[in-house]
């Protein structure tokens, strides 16, 4: 009998985990790079959702990702067993938020006016503030304080990119070069994301993977923009301050909050240490571009998108998400994933999630 009865709920318990992603929840914030379709009704240039966009996403729909397919959080969610990816915040529906939320915006940075010669975008206060309102409705679909759910969500923060390019490197429109060295830009924007990521704590949220920034200075968009051949030095030097002391800031948060475990995922060490296959063509982009350096409406990309590293001026493809994914959630080196990869963070004590 005894026998019977733990087979019954040993099948229960198989049953339940096969069913389920390894985390119960998934919240998403950030710009372009991880954005599904929260500028579509905003009034902005920085949106994706029109053709060529989504040219290789299921049906060939342009949802707002500024890509051919998947970003590298649908990359995340799907390593996670999440059945589909993590909804933006302007189509969120019921019970899904559950789930989780994508709260990504194009143009958007850690600083409210980063991005505006483009129009409106959710910056990252803003995105915050969404999270708030989501977290309240999330407080009545769960038993007990909220912050006993939210501590076993993933939080990926992906973010910072256009603070540089579309607000530092953009002097005509923006008086902070103006106004702050590299060095002391880097410090107003680490005390600003030092203070959102604190926020984000202290609604419960534990498991919190922070992307640092890639080669600003080897986007196309900007090689073009300072009629260069090769990286814009200057840019990647300024990135580079910002990722130097996000990598303490991390630490930081690490070492004074109780419990928290934040892990810093550097796109500057991958691209040094696993550079893209030689037969990837990162000189020039697959779609055609429009002035703004994004892609053309209803222009033919290339042909095989996997053979390209941008899409457009600014965003990777399906392949490059993909291979950044890949490295976040399971690289074992450190200077990749630091202290650990997003699988290992969703396999700590609070990712044991208990399924309601
Ligand atoms: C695009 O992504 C979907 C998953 O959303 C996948 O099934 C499909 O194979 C991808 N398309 C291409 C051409 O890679
Ligand atoms: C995805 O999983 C959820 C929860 O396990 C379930 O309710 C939903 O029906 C599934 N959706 C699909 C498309 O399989
Ligand atoms: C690049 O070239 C264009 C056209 O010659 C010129 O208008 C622009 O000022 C140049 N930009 C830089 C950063 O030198
Ligand atoms: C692409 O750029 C690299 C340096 O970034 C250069 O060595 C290479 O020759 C370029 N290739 C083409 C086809 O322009």
């Known amino acids: 009998m005894l026998k019977i009865i733990v087979f019954i709920i040993f099948m229960v318990r198989a049953v339940l985990v096969k069913g389920e992603p390894k985390v119960p929840c998934f919240f998403i914030f950030g710009d372009s790079l991880s954005e599904v379709g929260n500028n579509n009704n905003l009034v902005t240039m920085a949106k994706a959702n029109y053709p060529p966009y989504g040219v290789d996403f299921p049906g ?36 899904d938020i559950l789930r989780g939320v994508n709260f990504a915006s194009g143009s958007a940075g850690i600083l409210m006016e980063t991005g505006s010669q483009l129009g409106d975008r ?22 007990g304080p909220v912050s006993n759910y939210l501590n076993k969500c993933l939080y990926t923060v992906n973010i910072g990119s256009n603070d540089y390019l579309n607000n530092y490197f953009m002097p005509q429109y923006y008086p902070s070069q103006r106004l702050y060295t590299p ?42 923009r300072n009629n260069a051949t ?38 500057s060490a991958l691209q040094a240490l696993s550079p893209l296959p030689e037969a990837i063509n990162s000189n020039s982009t697959c779609c055609t571009l429009r002035s703004d350096f994004q892609c053309e409406p209803n222009s033919t ?35 990749i994933a630091n202290p650990m990869n997003i699988n290992e963070l969703t396999s700590s004590q609070q990712g044991k999630a208990t399924y309601y």
Not at 183 to 191: C, G, H, K, V
Not at 207 to 221: D, E, K
Request: contains cysteine.
């Open 60 to 95: 060939g729909v342009p949802t707002g990702r500024f890509t051919n397919n998947r970003t590298i959080e649908d990359y995340i969610s799907t390593y996670l067993g999440f059945n589909k990816s993590i909804a933006p915040y302007r189509d969120q529906m019921g019970q």
């Open 230 to 267: 090769d990286c814009v030095d200057e840019i990647n030097q300024a990135a580079n301050l910002f990722n130097t002391k996000l990598e303490s800031l991390v630490d930081e948060l690490n070492a004074r909050l109780p419990g928290a475990q934040f892990t810093l995922i550097s796109l």
């Open 183 to 224: 060095d002391q830009y880097a410090n107003l924007l680490i005390s600003r994301y030092r203070s959102q990521l604190r926020t984000l704590y202290n609604t419960g949220a534990r498991m919190v993977a922070i992307f640092g920034l890639g080669n600003l200075g080897c986007v196309p968009s900007q090689i073009m």
């Open 301 to 335: 990309p290339c042909a095989n998108r996997d053979l390209y590293a941008f899409f457009d001026g600014f965003h990777p493809t399906d392949v490059v998400n993909e291979a950044v994914a890949e490295a976040a959630y399971s690289s074992p080196d450190r200077r």
């Open 122 to 143: 959710i910056w990252l206060d803003r995105q915050i503030r969404n999270y708030m309102m989501t977290i309240l409705r999330i407080q009545f679909m769960v038993f």
